[in-house]
């Protein structure tokens, strides 16, 4: 008898078993939190005022809950935009080049300045409630997820082995069907990633778009961030400690109830065939997979789907050949579209900045992005002589690696900027000189990519290699220099890569910061674009912000991009 | 053959294509053509051979016919209708399968019909029947990772069948198997055909693998390739089931030998783009000097004495047509050995190759090299003329690719310089994609 995935439906009927009961749990368990979460965003905004957010660790579970729920919203619209972009990107090649690189653009804009920009648009949307100030932060928590996690359906959706496409099309599958049957799951391991990725670099941004100011008034969201800021402004770091240790217990819950069950979930949509190393498992997969409940309302599911999907369905097989004359004239009004939008994008971009701005500010901007910019390749060197060794190290060894990489990947998740009143208190005590002191903030939550990504590095490096270099009795610089460097270079790169973005946008956040009413500030273009927001100044957020961006996207492609390519084709072992 | 044949279909032809070209657009603008005026028809309960080396289009031609491609020129008409994407009633099995990892064999073989909008209960009695025809009882709910090449094959196979497809395309399906497991398969496959238990009309196999196509076909279509076109048709009379061991097999196979090493111009149609030895603007296979050098020393050595037959050769070391024939050509386009009548005759200097030191050997395959490959001679001249004695691989990369496509001037370069290095006539550091008179520091 033929079966459906594994144990959906092993068990398909009796008694409800002890997983129906486990599985029944974390489905209230997910509703309660869902309804408390999202009590109060119809309140007008006035409410915030009169119910301001307290430093009394007994309602941060409840803080917590909504800044969750917050992320989750993000999450979905990610989603969303994922499959609608980065489709349209991947399947015409002609909105694909003028998509990619929109998206290429959208990934070096500082994430902070969205908030900026957007905040008037949002609370307009709402006027008067709480659920104008929850798009923002929503919003601001998009951006910062979207991106890398579009960017990899989009190459997934590009790569997908052609003989599996084309065995799709002869078996006349519609493009709907062809699309969940074949490209999404293709896409999913790498999707997934990727999610995990936005979600942990997220948490930075939830803290930072919590609490905002937008002219005269300011918006505190009940939530950690504002939780956090609150703290900041009351000199109590007692609070500060309250609030790192519940980020530490929702990070942990949420890796153990959302992605490992998914991690486990994805991996039968590996591509390759060969049974790998161990799969990954999850205990709330299992309980889920094992209950009768869930494999009865998946099994309705189901058939909703595929109703569902019928209705939508094209014609089997309705892609025609398009012929060559049209595709000519479509390319031809496409260019000309995009040409006039760049045209009027540019000259209201002028006629914006042009009034207020000089050419002094330019170069301004341009000067204090170079400090940035040293300031953030110090830092990438910095890190990279710590972790690259201890990297190694552990990398080499499988039993400390199976304890440290879990560890690694959970400090990349943590919000580093929980840990900013800390330092600052310490300049602040200590009386340290800010252009220096202030620097680390930016890598605190970042370097933690070079140090994963470098033990991932080392432990690929094959036995058989390693043996050879004991049998020649290379060993020392030696041996660094010719086995463990080489050998970990393509993945030092791309942890590299990932650590120099996330500090940049960091930067805004990290060089300026304050301590109660002391203000502690390092020269440097993210310090520029935080006075500027605070100051409300658009004109300068602006200007900021297209100078960050045009340095992150240079800096990418002369140095990041190359070294990448470089690596792939000299140091890829395979 | 197969008895469910309707009388009307059996005198029309299920598929017929006329004058199908196909062109790729190039680099610079212009067109590649790699299929070159290929017709072809298919009778019901025929099996019809595509026979050629990688690259002579055949796969194209296959591409053409199940809808996933559209030609040039000419057209392709199945039942009498012109294909104009996937049509229903083509059914196709590829090379590497092409299951969908995440769907159990039952769900891999149920998609089509799920495609097609087949009631519910009908797709689960098909299904089942086709799984249970093809030897896959039991593996139902199993995942293509979980099986061996044979068997996921087999899933390929019963994909394809389930939706009684008047037409069965085979892309090389057994090609990517180990030498028994294919051989069982086709056996089976054939079984199931003289019987007429598949719900097929007629079959189409590419392979480049010559006995099969004389095991499986009532009919080889022999190509050639640059460009891709048919250069004869064979009839297989031979009886089923066919024995490779009886005299009659034997002699058609090296009958199909001589026709693929057959000179171009004697019989053959006038190349019209790149012939062998007249410019740069030949592409050049792949092939390592070791190699070539193991094929000359054990043509040279007995019991071949310096002739060998081809079909024998190619038993004796195992090698495929797509292995053999480059090593062949390569050997005579430096002149060391002539090809011809299915034979690989050593030349004189291809006998003092064989019996030379390593030294010796490099001496005389620079020479050989610089004097009959056009483009070693070239890139030589450029190196000697310049008073850097360097040139970066761009600058000729650039010139191959008026004459090819990129992968191909890609491919050419790639050989070359694995030659020069051999011979030590020109130096390539990959690092700086630098041609240079120097030697390595």
Known sequence: MPQSPTAWNAASRGAPSRFDLIALSLVIGLLAFLAAGSRGVLAPLTTLDVSPVTLDPSMLPKYVARSTLRMFAALVLSLLFTFTYATWAAKSPRAGRVLVPVLDVLQSVPILVFISVTTVFFLSLAPGKVLGAEFV????????????????????????????????????????????????????????????????????????????????????????????????????????????????????????????????????????????????HSWVLDALGRSTWVARSLRALRRFARSAGAAIRTAPGAIRFESREHARRLDLAGTLVVGALLLLAGWRALSFLMPELGWHDVVTTVG??????????????????????????????????????????????????????VVVFCIVTLKLNTDVWLSPLMILGTQWYILFNVIAGAASIPGEMRHVATNLGVRGWLWWRRVALPGVFPYFVTGALTASGGSWNASIVAEVASWGDEKVEAAGLGAYIANATTAGDFHRIVLGAVTMCIYVLLINRLLWRPLYYYAERKYRLS | MNANLKPSVDTAPLLAVEHARKTFPRG????????????????????????????????????????????????????????????????????????????????????????????????????????????????????????????????????????????????????????LTAETLRTDFLDLWADGRMPIKGVILVTHNIEEAVQMCD???????????????????IPRPRDRLAPAF?????????????????????????????GIDQV?????????????????????????????????????????????????????ADVEGGDLRLT???????????????????????????????????????????????????????HMSPESAEQSLRAIVSWARYAEVFAYDDETGMFSLENPT
Request: hydrophobic share 50%; no cysteine; charged share 20%.
């Open chain 1, 137 to 280: 932060a929503i919003f601001a928590i998009f951006t910062s997820q979207a991106w890398n996690m579009a960017f990899s359906f989009y190459q997934s959706l590009r790569t997908v082995p052609n003989e599996l496409t084309e065995a799709a099309r002869s078996f006349r599958l519609s493009p709907w069907a062809r699309f969940w049957r074949l490209e999404v799951p293709f896409a999913m391991p790498p999707l997934i990633w990727n999610m995990m990725m936005s979600m942990s670099g997220s948490w930075f941004f939830v803290v930072a778009s919590e609490a905002f100011t937008v002219g005269s008034t300011t918006v505190t969201l009940p939530g950690v961030g504002s939780y956090i800021a609150v703290a900041i402004e009351q000199k109590n770091l007692a609070a500060v400690g309250w609030a790192i240790a519940a980020m530490l217990a929702v990070i942990l819950i949420y890796d153990q109830l959302l992605f490992r069950p998914l991690v486990a979930w994805a991996d039968r949509f590996r591509f390759e065939q060969e049974p790998g190393a161990l799969p990954p």
């Open chain 2, 284 to 336: 050049l296979p792949r092939v390592s000097s070791n190699l070539l050098s193991g094929l000359v020393e054990t043509v040279a050595a007995a019991p071949f004495s310096g002739k060998a037959d081809l079909p024998e050769i190619a038993s004796e070391l195992q090698l495929e047509i797509d292995d053999l024939f480059p090593v062949a050509e390569t050997l005579q386009m430096l002149r060391f």
């Open chain 2, 28 to 179: 610079d603008g212009g067109e590649l053509l790699v299929l070159d005026d290929v017709s072809l028809t298919l009778k019901p309960g025929e099996v019809v051979g595509l026979l050629g080396r990688s690259g002579s289009g055949k796969s194209t031609l296959l591409r053409l016919i199940a809808g996933l491609a559209q030609p040039t020129g000419g057209d392709v008409r199945y039942l009498g209708q012109p294909v104009d994407g996937p049509a229903e009633g083509i059914a196709m099995v590829f090379q590497s399968f092409a299951l969908f990892p995440w769907l159990t064999v039952y769900e891999n073989v149920a998609l089509g019909l799920e495609a097609l909008k087949v009631p519910r209960d009908e797709i689960r009695r098909r299904s089942l029947a086709a799984i249970d025809l093809i030897g896959l009882d039991g593996f139902e709910s199993a995942y293509p990772r979980e099986l061996s090449g044979g068997m996921r094959q087999r899933v390929g196979f019963a994909r394809a069948i389930v939706v009684h497809p008047n037409i069965l395309l085979m892309d090389e399906p057994f090609s990517a198997l180990d030498v």
């Open chain 2, 219 to 237: 009919r080889i279509l022999v190509f050639a390739t640059n460009p891709g076109r048919i250069v004869s048709t064979i009839e297989v009379t």
């Open chain 1, 368 to 421: 204090l992005g170079a400090i940035t910019m040293l300031r953030v390749f110090l830092l990438i060197a910095l890190a990279s002589v710590v972790w690259v060794p201890v990297g190694v190290y552990v990398g080499l060894r499988p039993k400390l690696a199976r304890i440290v990489q879990p560890i690694a990947q959970f400090m990349a998740a943590f919000p580093a900027n929980l840990l900013f009143p």
């Open chain 2, 348 to 402: 004189a200097d291809g006998i003092a190759f064989a019996d030379a030191a390593l030294d010796e050997r490099k001496r005389t395959f620079a020479r050989h090299l610089l004097a009959h490959v056009p483009l070693a001679a070239h890139i030589r001249r450029v190196l000697d003329e310049r008073t850097s004695h360097a040139a970066p691989k761009s600058r000729f990369l650039d010139e191959l690719e008026d």
């Open chain 2, 250 to 278: 034997a002699a058609l196979v090296e009958r199909i030998y001589v026709e693929m090493t057959a000179k171009p111009g004697r019989g053959a149609p006038v190349r019209v783009e790149r012939a062998p030895g007249t």
